[in-house]
């Protein structure tokens, strides 16, 4: 009898998950296996604790529905699919995290490099690139899959409205945290794709698409994409460690201590290693204990104008001195008070082919109105502190309201933040 060509792996969410030559080939590379000791959620197991699963499971359940919708698509739609086609799809599913730093986003937010920019780094060089080359796929197709940029017809399911990053984090996030506001009904949206014709009807520009039968799981996709952000993503503990751990490591790598390109070839527990071992401010030990930053300021999005500025969170640098300048201006400790307004512009965005009945197709592009509503109430504007101080709510959205080039105007000409 000839031995299986697949292994199975256990998995708490999809059960087995089997894996095809070429996935085996590159799993047991460093790379894959550092992927085992970067948690998936970052700091999220101080507030729910058994979202301690890794980088490593995300990517496995990534492969398994990339094999399961490759699957679909070809019985559903009558298509055969090219061979090296969906072998790229299913290995940049696999990979798609393989540039991630340690605790999640934290590190991006803090202004180093998007860690779909930093997957080059592994798939062109060392033992993964050695087995990418020996199964004949090539880095610059998977790159390209990572990273967005491909107009292949599957591209969508690496990187898109309804690709299988999210079908999984969605999915494995809410039941290793515990809760049920991340449910989504993955049977039902895999079985709603299909290959939506381009322009013209040309079968050569063919993209991926949804039928109409999956606009309600799409729905509940988005509500649960919000729920999940709200409840567990920007917990209020949460975003706290997050921000005293962005603060931590801008430290160390701006006094020399850590090199950025270090940082992110390091696991969850090497870092924070690293980070005790120099813990000018005591922010590692604090984050090790669990002694976490206390709200001094929690307002919801939906009390702020519509529209605001965007620099709390698409400039480290500016926060970074307003931070301290705030914690000078209220009596607090510099390096005491952490300001925090995360946000994921196009956060519920869908733009996804939609085939009609009828056979007609038109771009589905989300629920606008919906959409924005439910992003602003995801959102709060939140100030941490180490030790109680007295502030004022207004001033401080006065503050977050002033355009950018007027808040570095004031730190830079040592005025006064708050009036």
């Not at 299986?4 to 095809?20: C, G, K, Y």
Request: glycine share 8%; hydrophobic share 45%; with cysteine.
């Amino acid at each position: 009898m000839r031995p299986s060509q697949f292994e199975v792996v256990r998995d708490p969410l999809w059960n087995n998950i089997r894996l095809d030559p070429e996935a085996l080939a590159v799993v047991d590379t460093p790379a894959v296996q550092r992927l085992r000791y970067v948690r998936q959620l970052g700091h999220a197991f101080l507030v729910y604790p058994g979202a301690t699963h890794s980088r490593f499971e995300h990517a496995l359940g990534a492969y398994y529905l990339a094999r399961r919708a490759l699957a679909q698509l070809e019985e559903t739609t009558g298509a055969r699919l090219d061979a090296g086609d969906a072998l790229a799809i299913r290995l940049a599913a696999l990979l798609h995290d393989i540039g991630h730093y340690p605790f999640s986003h934290a590190l991006e937010e803090a202004g180093l490099p998007h860690h779909e920019a930093l997957a080059e780094r592994h798939l062109a060089g060392g033992d993964l690139a050695t087995r990418l080359a020996q199964i004949g796929a090539r880095c610059e197709t998977l790159l390209a899959l990572i990273q967005g940029r491909s107009r292949a017809p599957l591209a969508g399911l690496v990187s898109g409205s309804l690709d299988v990053d999210k079908l999984d984090y969605l999915s494995r996030d809410a039941w290793m945290c515990g809760v049920p506001y991340g449910v989504i009904d993955v049977d039902r949206l895999l079985t709603s794709l299909t290959l939506a014709p381009g322009a013209g009807g040309a079968a050569g520009a063919a993209t991926l698409g949804l039928t109409e039968k999956g606009l309600a799981p799409l729905e509940s996709l988005l509500f649960a994409k919000y729920q999940m952000y709200r409840t567990v993503y920007w917990h209020h503990a949460v975003r706290s460690a997050t921000a005293m751990f962005k603060r931590l490591v801008r430290q160390a790598i701006a006094g020399g201590r850590l090199r950025a390109d270090e940082i992110a070839l390091a696991t969850d527990d090497a870092l924070i290693h690293e980070l005790l071992q120099a813990d000018v401010m005591g922010l590692a030990r604090r984050l090790r204990e669990r002694q976490l930053a206390k709200r001094a300021l929690d307002l919801p999005a939906t009390e702020l104008p519509a529209t605001t500025p965007s620099w709390p969170a698409t400039d480290p640098d500016l926060v970074a001195r307003v931070e301290d300048r705030l914690a000078a201006e209220l009596g607090a400790h510099p390096g005491g008070l952490f300001l925090d307004f995360p946000a994921k512009d196009g956060m519920l965005d869908v733009d996804i082919p939609l085939v009609k009945r009828n056979g007609t197709v038109e771009r589905l592009t989300g629920l606008p109105r919906v959409a924005a509503e439910l992003y602003r109430a995801a959102r709060r504007l939140r100030v941490f502190v180490l030790e109680s101080v007295a502030l004022e709510p207004k001033r401080i959205v006065e503050l977050v309201m002033l355009p950018r080039e007027e808040v570095a105007r004031r730190v830079e000409g040592n005025h006064s933040l708050l009036g």
